[in-house]
C-alpha cells in the first residue's frame, strides 16, 4: 500500500534553514508528480511546491525565491529545502502524489520562531 513518510521538521530561529524529506513507497514514484503541502491547526491544507516528473517545478508565490523542492527516483524521495524560513511558515508539512492518494503521511511539524 501507498506510504509516505514525512521527517526533518523542527524549531528554528527566523531566517533558519530546514531540509524536509518524504520518503515514498507503494507506487511507482519516478511515475507521479510530487508536491509538498503544509497545514496550520482550524485551516485547509495549502499547496506549497511541487516537481514534475519531468524536473519542472511551481511553487506558491509566498515561498518562492525561499523553498527548493528536489528528488530522487533512487530512492523514492521528495525533498523541500526551506531557507529564510518565517514565522508564518510554521505548521505541519506534507507531501503527496499528484494526483494525491487518500492516505497521507503524519507529516512533520515546522516552527519557526521570531
Known amino acids: 500500500q501507498v506510504q509516505l513518510v514525512e521527517s526533518g521538521g523542527g524549531l528554528v530561529q527566523a531566517g533558519g534553514s530546514l531540509r524536509l524529506s518524504c520518503a515514498a513507497s507503494?507506487?511507482?514514484?519516478?511515475?507521479?508528480?510530487m508536491s509538498w503541502y503544509r497545514q496550520v491547526p482550524g485551516k485547509e491544507r495549502e499547496f506549497v511546491a511541487r516537481?514534475?516528473?519531468?524536473?519542472?517545478?511551481a511553487y506558491v508565490a509566498s515561498v518562492k525565491g525561499r523553498f527548493t523542492i528536489s528528488r530522487d527516483n533512487a530512492k523514492n524521495t521528495v525533498y523541500l529545502q526551506m531557507n529564510s524560513l518565517k514565522p508564518e511558515d510554521t505548521a505541519v508539512y506534507y507531501c503527496?502524489?499528484?494526483?494525491?492518494?487518500?492516505?497521507w503521511g503524519q507529516g512533520t511539524q515546522v516552527t519557526v520562531s521570531s
Open positions: 503527496n502524489a499528484r494526483p494525491e492518494f487518500s492516505s
Open positions: 507503494g507506487f511507482t514514484f519516478s511515475m507521479y508528480a
Open positions: 516537481i514534475n516528473i519531468s524536473g519542472s517545478t
